[in-house]
C-alpha cells in the first residue's frame, strides 16, 4: 500500500527559478512527444504504440538538440514521458480521453521526480526535504514522522495563487485496527454531508455562503481589470492589478479547498475507527449534476472524495466497505420492509402506510442501506 502525504514548501529564489525551468521543460518535452506521437498516427495509423523504452530512448536525441534541457531534473522529464506513455494506455482502454497539449498559460502546474539513493529526504529534524536540483528546501511544519527509506516519489505542484507545495508518495503498511463488532449504514446529502443508521448526522458546511462576500468583491474586480488590461493592449501576465486580484481569488478557493478537505478525513476517519463494516450508497454523482437547480450544493459537498477516503482508509486499515445501489431506500420502510413510493425532496418525515412507524427520511435510507450492506456481507460480496 501506498499513500501519499501533502504540505507548503518554501523556495528561496534561485529554487523557485529551478522548479519553474522545470516546469517549462516538463511541459515542453510532454508537448513535443505528443506531437510527434500524433503525426505518426497520422500519418499510419497501422503503428502499434511504441512502447515506454522505446520512448524514452529517445531523450539523448532530443537533449542533444535542446541542450537547455539538461539544467533540469532528469528523472522529472523521465516521468514526463511515462505519464504519456499510462494516458496513452488509458485512452486505449477507453478510460480517459485523449491527451491534451499543455499551455503555459495554465497556473496550476507539477512535475514528479522519484528517489534515486539519497536523492530525496528529510533532514533530522524535518524541517527541510532535499529535492534534486533544488537541494534543501524548507517545508511547512505539518508534515512530520516520515522515515527516509519509505519515501518512494515526490510531485513539486504550483497553486494558482502561486504558492508551493509537494505530495510524497510513501510505502504504506496495513495497520488493522481492532474489531469495534459494529456496523453502519451512511446516507449522503445536501442539507446534511452524512447521515448514518445509529442518527448521527454531519451537518453541511456551505463554504461558498461563508466566503461569498470575498469572492464577490475580488472575482468582480478581477473581471474589471482584465477588461481594462485587454482594452489597453496590456498583456494579462504583465498587468500587476489584474494578477493580485487572480491571487487573491485563487487563495480563497485554495482555503475553502483545504478545509473541505481537512472536514472530509476528520469524518472519515472516526468513521473507519468505529465501524468494521460501512455500507455506503454509490451515487453516480456525474448523473446527479445535470440537476442545475442542485448542482452547486452537490458539487460543494464532494461526495466522490467522501467515497473515495472510505475505500483507500478502509484498505489500509482492514475494514469492510460496501458500496450499495441507493435505488428505493428512501420509499420502503426501515421496519416493516413496505414501500410508500417515491416521495418529494421537501418530505423529510414520513409515517409508513402499513406499521405505523414514524421515519426520519436520511436515517430511513442508511438504515435500509446498511441491511442491504449487511446482506451483500453476509455472502460473501466482496468490499471495494
Keep these: 500500500m501506498f499513500k501519499s ?7 528561496n529564489t534561485i529554487q523557485v527559478e529551478s522548479i519553474q525551468n522545470t516546469f517549462n521543460h516538463t511541459r515542453f518535452v510532454w508537448n513535443t512527444y505528443l506531437g510527434m506521437l500524433s503525426d505518426r498516427y497520422t500519418n499510419n495509423n497501422d503503428l502499434s504504440m511504441p512502447s515506454y523504452n522505446a520512448l524514452s530512448s529517445l531523450l539523448p536525441t532530443l537533449k542533444a538538440e535542446h541542450p537547455w534541457l539538461k539544467g533540469s531534473d532528469s528523472i522529472a522529464v523521465q516521468n514526463t514521458v511515462k505519464t504519456l506513455r499510462e494516458t496513452f494506455d488509458r485512452f486505449f482502454n477507453h478510460t480517459s ?10 497556473y496550476a502546474k507539477s512535475y514528479r521526480t522519484t528517489i534515486r539513493g539519497n536523492s ?26 516520515v522515515n527516509n527509506d519509505l519515501i518512494k516519489s515526490v510531485t513539486v505542484k504550483q497553486y494558482p495563487n502561486g504558492s508551493y507545495g509537494v505530495s510524497i508518495l510513501i510505502e504504506h503498511e496495513n495497520q488493522v485496527l481492532d474489531r469495534t463488532n459494529q456496523s453502519v449504514g451512511i446516507d449522503v446529502g445536501v442539507s446534511d454531508l452524512a447521515i448514518t443508521s445509529d442518527g448521527v448526522k454531519y451537518p453541511t458546511r456551505r463554504l461558498y455562503r461563508e466566503f461569498e462576500s470575498q469572492l464577490h468583491y475580488w472575482e468582480t474586480r478581477m473581471a474589471r481589470r482584465k477588461l481594462r488590461a485587454i482594452r489597453l493592449g496590456i498583456p494579462l501576465s504583465e498587468c500587476k492589478g489584474y494578477q493580485k486580484a487572480r491571487i487573491r481569488v485563487a487563495t ?17 476517519s472516526e468513521l473507519i475507527q468505529s465501524y468494521d463494516m460501512i455500507a455506503l450508497e454509490d451515487l453516480k454523482v456525474s448523473n446527479m449534476m445535470n440537476n442545475h437547480h442542485l448542482a452547486r450544493a452537490i458539487a460543494e459537498q464532494s461526495w466522490s472524495q467522501l467515497r473515495a477516503m472510505l475505500v483507500l482508509k478502509g484498505q489500509s486499515y482492514g475494514r469492510d466497505v460496501i458500496l450499495v445501489d441507493p ?8 421496519t416493516c420492509g413496505h414501500s410508500d413510493g417515491k416521495k418529494p425532496l421537501d418530505v423529510r418525515v414520513w409515517v409508513c402506510s402499513n406499521c405505523g412507524d414514524t421515519h426520519d427520511r436520511d436515517i430511513n435510507a442508511a438504515k435500509n442501506i446498511l441491511a442491504v450492506g449487511l446482506d451483500r456481507l453476509a455472502v460473501g460480496i466482496p468490499s471495494v
Design 5 to 11: 502525504i501533502t504540505g507548503k514548501i518554501y523556495p
Design 97 to 106: 480521453g485523449y491527451p491534451k497539449f499543455k499551455s503555459k498559460r495554465v
Design 120 to 145: 530525496i529526504r528529510f533532514n533530522e529534524r524535518q524541517t527541510y526535504l532535499k529535492l534534486p536540483k533544488l537541494g534543501w528546501v524548507k517545508i511547512h511544519k505539518s508534515v512530520r514522522h
Design 252 to 268: 480563497i478557493h485554495q482555503k475553502m479547498t483545504n478545509i473541505r478537505t481537512d472536514r472530509l478525513h476528520k469524518i472519515t
Design 327 to 334: 435505488r428505493y431506500t428512501s420509499q420502503i420502510c426501515s
